[in-house]
């Protein structure tokens, strides 16, 4: 597998103006850890699995990530940016975040049902198995159970994304949203100060 996209999937990634992404790591810090593996996933023009980023700056995915024209959606953004943000020495533009839109829409829920895992089993019937997620995602091989783990996270998250953005836009919360979205670079840059929330009493 590449250790950065092809030019041809970059070209298309960028033309189709919306990308679904995902990140896996060997840790829970960016200053710590490092990003072993990035999926990503457009309708119609596919699904790409990067390995072999351990240590390295891609310089096709970096330079997607700050891509205006291309909406990137994660589920849980910050952390993935963030990451991304500390290794490859990039601000992240034009993203959005799933689960920031489930925790807008419905306020102090547990945690876990702003899951992907959960928000997958409510709309789509899809049950992640979550039991790979602490494997070797820096190997540059992965296996078959990490390789459908990968695809799993990002397949769908684009449907995800519309029908969140569809609640949020008719409980009138999408300009709430849009400034959530626009605010993530900010706090990327503030988690990696060790200032995640500055506005914390």
């Known amino acids: 597998m590449p250790r950065d996209l092809t030019l041809d999937a970059y070209r298309r990634l960028t033309e189709s103006g919306r990308v679904a992404w995902d990140i896996e790591t060997n840790g829970l ?19 790409f699995i990067v390995t072999g980023v351990a240590g390295k700056v891609p310089p096709l995915l970096a330079r997607l990530l700050v891509d205006t024209r291309v909406v990137k959606v994660f589920h849980h953004a910050p952390f993935d940016l963030s990451f991304m943000a500390h290794a490859w020495g990039v601000e992240p533009r034009n993203v959005a975040c799933t689960k920031i839109a489930a925790k807008i829409l419905s306020p102090g829920e547990m945690a876990e049902k702003y899951s992907l895992k959960y928000l997958m089993a409510r709309y789509f019937g899809i049950f992640l198995d979550k039991r790979v997620r602490f494997t070797d995602w820096t190997a540059d091989s992965l296996s078959d159970e990490q390789l459908e783990y990968a695809v ?48 914390k009493y």
């Open 152 to 199: 799993g996270d990002v397949i769908r998250l684009l449907d995800l994304y519309d029908i969140l953005s569809g609640k949020l836009q008719e409980q009138g919360l999408d300009d709430l949203y849009s400034e959530c979205r626009k605010f993530l670079p900010a706090h990327v840059r503030l988690r990696l100060r060790g200032c995640a929330d500055p506005f």
């Open 29 to 47: 810090e960016p200053a710590e850890a490092m990003i072993g593996t990035c999926q990503l996933h457009s309708p119609g023009i596919g699904t």
